[in-house]
């Protein structure tokens, strides 16, 4: 993998060549598993971070929009776990978790909305005006001791088109059993 610029994809790559480097040099088993955001029960910062915004009705749609949602429910990484410590078949390679069926964030923004029972957001922000908001937030949060509002990472999350193929892992047998719209009802019923 190329790095991307990115400090937290960037630590993740890098700590993936650690642990092949180690894995090949004491000639260990190895399968890496590699998650999208994970959300669900005990997620104490994607979904409330997305219901505190909701609540307050300062959400903005960044970009158009269109991108797709890159979750995977902790329920369906759990079962992945499972089922590739128990397949020979999954040793050394590396599989990509998502659910193929999310929607955009648009619409996944409107489950949420619509699960709290307020209003839908339909207001955009450019992408670049967003991640410039958000890195003055971090400056701000800096030196207020307070949590910023969003931060880069989170609009490169919501702004970006992301792909990450789930050939590999469907292959193995994975089929998520969580879909978006129920874990996220599931969620928010649980805030």
Do not use: K
């Given at each position: 993998m190329v790095p991307t610029g990115d400090p937290y994809g960037d630590t993740k790559i890098e700590a993936e060549r650690v642990v092949r480097r180690q894995a090949a040099?004491?000639?260990?088993?190895?399968?890496?598993i590699r998650p999208t955001v994970i959300y669900g029960p005990g997620d104490r910062l994607f979904l409330p971070k997305i219901v505190e915004n909701l609540r307050s009705g300062?959400?903005?749609?960044?970009?158009?929009?269109?991108?797709?949602?890159?979750?995977?429910?902790?329920?369906?990484?759990?079962?992945?776990?499972?089922?590739?410590?128990?397949?020979?078949?999954?040793?050394?390679?590396?599989?990509?978790?998502?659910?193929?069926?999310?929607?955009?964030?648009?619409?996944?923004?409107?489950?949420?909305?619509?699960?709290?029972?307020v209003e839908t957001p339909h207001r955009r922000l450019p992408y670049p005006v967003a991640l410039g908001i958000a890195g003055a937030m971090e400056v701000t949060a800096r030196l207020t001791g307070r949590?910023?509002?969003?931060?880069?990472y989170g609009v490169r999350v919501v702004g970006r088109q992301y792909h990450y193929p789930v050939t590999a892992a469907q292959e193995l047998g994975?089929?998520?059993?969580v879909t978006l719209r129920d874990g996220m009802r599931h969620c928010v019923e649980a805030l």
């Open positions: 040099a004491e000639e260990l088993d190895l399968t890496i300062r959400v903005r749609i960044i970009g158009s929009g269109r991108n797709t949602v890159d979750l995977v429910h902790v329920a369906d990484v759990a079962a992945f776990v499972v089922m590739v410590i128990t397949d020979d078949r999954a040793i050394g390679r590396t599989y990509n978790l998502n659910n193929p069926d999310n929607p955009d964030w648009a619409t996944l923004l409107g489950l949420v909305a619509e699960a709290l029972d949590a910023p509002r969003l931060t880069r994975f089929v998520p059993s």
